[in-house]
């Protein structure tokens, strides 16, 4: 476990190790029960607490990575990172699109209790970008985009397009560790989200509207969002897990969106670990832990759980 503080935020990982299971199920247990008692700890420690999987559920064909190689799952994993904090790393003249730790933290922690947050990130060529990008201004010259994709007339379609909008290649949010995970096939409902993006994934008039919609309060969008041209930079010691999207010249670059959201398949994650804990924790510690965990819990579920269902639910 390790805990980095970097400006004004407190950011703790979960590192979970990469490799087959060696089929121990006292081993598996354990692991499951160090994550309940870190997750508790902190959660009341940290500002901002991201778990990472070392072996995504799914990964697009573009990547050629082994899961099982820890150089190229950390070099994922530094790619989201890397590319999450961009915006506290541009120079104050970056067209508006630098900010603090501190700013991106409360972005996505608008009750300010959700500090648990699952990363994930797409990846993409930079001129395949740029390339959709002057098509969609072909097809689109002359008329009004906002009226068009009627994100103000109609709010249903504005909630389908941010749904889409916040869909990631690979996460790196853990999976349900039991096959007794309640509702682990139904999408998770987005609270709030935050998209660092390097390259050219948003022509700037788009990025403004989106951001203007985002900080509207009568708008169901959530989602704010970064952009830089800055490209993510492929040194000759990276692993070539990019390569089929690298964009070469004098230095291979790859175009990356990284984005963090507090959903809740936070509390669904917690509630399957929580049902190993009230089984294998003595009862001196399970009343603080259950209770604990629970509470973290409701945070990822008020007012959310009655509002029927799964039904316009967005994707994590």
């Not at 990846?123 to 010259?141: E, G, H, K, P, R």
């Not at 949010?173 to 994934?201: C, D, M």
């Not at 049902?275 to 973290?296: F, M, N, S, T």
């Amino acid at each position: 476990m390790r805990v980095r503080c970097l400006g004004y935020v407190s950011l703790a990982f979960e590192v979970w190790v990469a490799g087959t299971d060696d089929g121990v199920q006292e081993r598996r247990l354990q692991r499951l029960l160090n994550t309940a008692r870190t997750t508790y700890e902190l959660s009341g420690q940290a500002s901002l607490y991201v778990p990472l999987t070392n072996m995504p559920t799914s990964v697009p064909s573009y990547l050629a990575m082994d899961q099982s190689s820890p150089w190229h799952t950390s070099a994922l994993q530094a790619t989201a990172l890397s590319t999450l904090t961009l915006p506290s790393r541009l120079r104050p003249d970056a067209e508006g699109q630098r900010t603090t730790l501190q700013d991106l933290e409360a972005s996505i922690n608008l009750a300010g209790n959700r500090k648990i947050a699952a990363l994930g990130l797409s990846l993409a060529n930079n001129a395949t970008l740029q390339d959709a990008l002057s098509a969609q201004a072909s097809t689109q010259q002359g008329r009004d985009t906002r009226m068009t994709n009627g994100w103000h007339e109609h709010e249903d379609t504005q909630h389908d397009h941010d749904a889409e909008e916040n869909k990631v290649d690979i996460s790196l949010f853990p999976s349900h560790p039991t096959s007794i995970a309640r509702n682990a096939r139904r999408r998770p409902h987005i609270f709030s989200a935050l998209q660092s993006l390097s390259g050219s994934w948003y022509q700037p008039s788009a990025l403004r509207d989106l951001n203007a919609l985002a900080a509207d309060r009568f708008s169901s969008a959530s989602t704010v969002r970064y952009q830089s041209t800055a490209l993510f930079p492929l040194l000759d010691s990276f692993p070539g897990i990019y390569d089929n999207l690298a964009q070469r010249g004098n230095k291979k670059q790859v175009a990356v969106k990284a984005q963090l959201s507090t959903s809740t398949a936070v509390a669904e994650r917690i509630r399957s670990v929580l049902e190993v804990v009230r089984r294998a924790v003595g009862v001196e510690e399970r009343e603080a832990l259950v209770d604990g965990l629970e509470g973290v819990c409701a945070e990822y579920e008020e007012g959310w759980e009655g509002e029927g269902g799964s039904s316009g639910e967005d994707d994590l």
